[in-house]
């Protein structure tokens, strides 16, 4: 079993950057998809980025036109997320996932493809 923790949430002006981490625990964690989605009140959770076990694949979503970098280091059993420029549009609870399943064709894209999930760290974004 996996459990995961995110941080580096927080507060930030439009135009600035914002680095999330997050830390999971179990022996398995090198052979994981992981991925990160958002949501925003009143909004459906929406697909950001994801990286498959090696972290030499990664994707993301069609919105952040190559703002955002994700990230992984097996050794230190973490993910990050490093946002650059952020909107308003990115305010969102941010959540990190993770899937036992290898990175094959589009299905990380879905929610339904991973099997655990940390509580969410909450960006807000000034403008």
């Known amino acids: 079993q996996v459990q995961l923790v995110e941080s580096g949430g927080g507060l930030v002006q439009a135009g600035g950057s914002l680095r999330l981490s997050c830390a999971a625990s179990?022996?398995?964690?090198?052979?994981?998809?992981m991925g990160w989605f958002r949501q925003a009140p009143g909004k459906e959770r929406e697909f950001v980025a994801a990286?498959?076990?090696?972290?030499?694949?990664?994707d993301y979503a069609e919105f952040l036109k190559g703002r955002f970098t994700i990230s992984r280091d097996n050794a230190k059993n973490t993910v990050d997320l490093l946002m650059n420029s952020l909107k308003a549009e990115d305010a969102a609870g941010y959540y990190c996932?993770?899937?036992?399943?290898?990175?094959?064709?589009?299905?990380?894209?879905?929610?339904?493809?991973?099997?655990?999930w940390g509580q969410g760290t909450q960006v807000t974004v000034s403008s």
């Open positions: 996932a993770a899937s036992p399943r290898i990175w094959y064709g589009n299905v990380y894209r879905t929610s339904g493809f991973y099997s655990y």
């Open positions: 179990g022996r398995t964690f090198s052979s994981y998809t």
């Open positions: 990286i498959n076990w090696r972290g030499d694949m990664t």
